[in-house]
């Protein structure tokens, strides 16, 4: 059975250790760094399959920790560990592409939820897209290697972009229903979910502009309309 690696960056230590030993124990690789600085060295240095932050650290905080991540692989799964009182701390880390967040205090068990749900979401993900190609107005867009093209221009996707727009592409001239949008990708439908969803989308119009034929329209009450 693959072992997935796991990169943790928590300041405080004791949680730290705690986590770090309770992943071990569920057969998850993980390495254990107490400062942004530290986890982002070590994430350059090796290929892992799943991050979890904590949003406030000294010398690099989670959130700009999560970017330079970004930077490096644009795909890897990004959990970020947040206190109750920073909400729009959370809604910044969806915007530099976080797939969740879990807010302490925490149980370990709906910690192990959560990343059992995103890997299996995103392994389920990368088999069904295998021989995918969609285009989309003068676009095309392999959720593959999560590149959009137009011409001789790719912008590479994180997951989650990735992932919604392939869900409009499968519902193209049709509704996609919000809810439904939501649960596929993000697992639960609530509000912190459903905007960052509202931040992917204008992220997609953003790439898609360069073709007036295509569009992402919002349909009132409903979800989403990709028109190409």
């Not at 997935?4 to 405080?12: G, H, M, Y």
């Not at 676009?139 to 137009?150: A, E, G, R, V």
């Amino acid at each position: 059975m693959k072992i997935t690696k796991v990169l943790l960056a928590e300041d405080d230590n004791n949680l730290g250790m705690l986590l770090k030993n309770y992943l071990s124990a569920k057969s998850y690789d993980t390495t254990l760094l107490v400062n942004g600085i530290q986890a982002l060295e070590e994430f350059a240095k090796k290929q892992y399959e799943l991050c979890i932050l904590d949003i406030m650290m000294p010398e690099m905080d989670g959130l700009t920790l999560a970017k330079e991540i970004r930077n490096i692989n644009p795909s890897v799964p990004i959990i970020f560990l947040t206190a109750k009182s920073q909400k729009e701390d959370v809604l910044e880390g969806f915007r530099t592409g976080a797939d969740d967040y879990i807010t302490k205090p925490f149980s370990m068990e709906e910690l192990l939820y959560r990343i059992k749900a995103i890997l299996k979401r995103t392994a389920g993900s990368a088999v069904q897209k295998k021989e995918s190609m969609y285009t989309i107005g003068n676009y095309i867009f392999d959720p593959l290697k999560q590149l959009l093209t137009l011409e001789s221009e790719s912008v590479k996707l994180t997951t989650k972009e990735s992932e919604l727009l392939e869900l409009l592409c499968r519902h193209r001239n049709e509704i996609l229903e919000r809810n439904y949008a939501l649960k596929s990708i993000w697992i639960d439908d609530n509000y912190f979910n459903a905007r960052s969803m509202d931040v992917y989308i204008t992220r997609l119009r953003k790439y898609l502009k360069k073709d007036p034929s295509v569009k992402i329209l919002n349909v009132h009450g409903r979800g989403y309309k990709l028109l190409c």
